[in-house]
């Protein structure tokens, strides 16, 4: 299977944005790209780069809603599976939202993040109320696919949950600045995510300077084996694409072995805590 991630910068102009988006994914259509995703907030300025302010909940939007209906007409169109990511309205209260459209166009749901951060250009706890998805996988076209946004793919529990859900294949939108950690950690995170969970981790960064922050790009692919199996360049637009063989987690030592082994009912209450 191949799947695509739509490494592009964001401006203020979200109506441009959005068409750089669409054309992004008919390209990926076109390349035989069964599952295409963006990044975090990929069709918006990183609005958390300040504090939220009184119009900030003007900025979101519902889901379904406009940006939803446009990717799911093309989802449609091309038979291909979906992942976006957006700043949510939902009544009163906002989030930082993935919404997953399978290949037939319809909205089998959303994933919400769950965990909140808070620090310099990273203001999302004004701007995010907390999940209340959970972990969800989804049953589509292409594969059984999780999400991890950004911050959550931080708690290995939330990685671990995703792996009990059944996940072929997680998908992280990502919003991740240059210099922002030590060179290759994030990679490194993840790379050990997929190994220790016997799944495909897909990490699609922002990239482009903006008001406060230059996003870095190097999305990438790995496999589970923990090994990088494609990855995008620093601060370039472009659609990174990565065929997958999901034959290869069931081979995985996290099929074979890790999540045989495990003993849920000795430590179970230590992660509740």
Request: one cysteine or more.
């Amino acid at each position: 299977m191949r799947i695509a991630l739509v490494q592009q910068h964001a401006t203020h102009d979200k109506a441009d944005n959005i068409a750089r988006g669409l054309r992004a994914f008919d390209a990926a259509a076109r390349a035989g790209a069964q599952v295409v995703a963006f990044a975090e907030l990929a069709f918006e300025p990183f609005y958390p780069q300040n504090p939220a302010g009184p119009g900030s909940l003007a900025q979101a939007e519902t889901v379904p809603g406009p940006l939803t209906d446009a990717f799911a007409a093309k989802a449609r169109e091309h038979g291909v599976v979906c992942i976006l990511n957006l700043f949510e309205r939902d009544g009163d209260r906002t989030f930082d939202c993935s919404p997953v459209i399978d290949a037939d166009g319809s909205l089998l749901g959303r994933t919400r993040m769950i965990h909140i951060t808070e620090y310099a250009c990273f203001h999302e706890q004004g701007y995010y109320a907390p999940g209340d998805t959970g972990a969800p996988v989804y049953r589509t076209k292409a594969g059984t696919i999780g999400v991890a946004i950004c911050y959550d793919r931080h708690y290995p529990e939330f990685m671990r949950a995703l792996a009990l859900g059944g996940a072929d294949l997680v998908v992280v939108p990502q919003a991740g600045s240059v210099g922002e950690w030590p060179e290759g950690l994030y990679e490194a995170e993840m790379r050990v995510a997929a190994f220790q969970n016997g799944y495909y981790v897909a990490l699609c960064n922002r990239v482009g300077k903006e008001e406060k922050l230059t996003f870095a790009g190097e999305s990438f692919v790995c496999g589970p084996d923990g090994t990088v199996v494609a990855r995008a360049r620093l601060g370039t637009d472009e659609i990174l694409y990565a065929d997958i063989d999901f034959a290869r987690n069931a081979e995985s030592n996290a099929r074979r072995l890790f999540l045989r082994d495990r003993r849920p009912e000795l430590y179970g209450g230590w992660l509740s805590r």
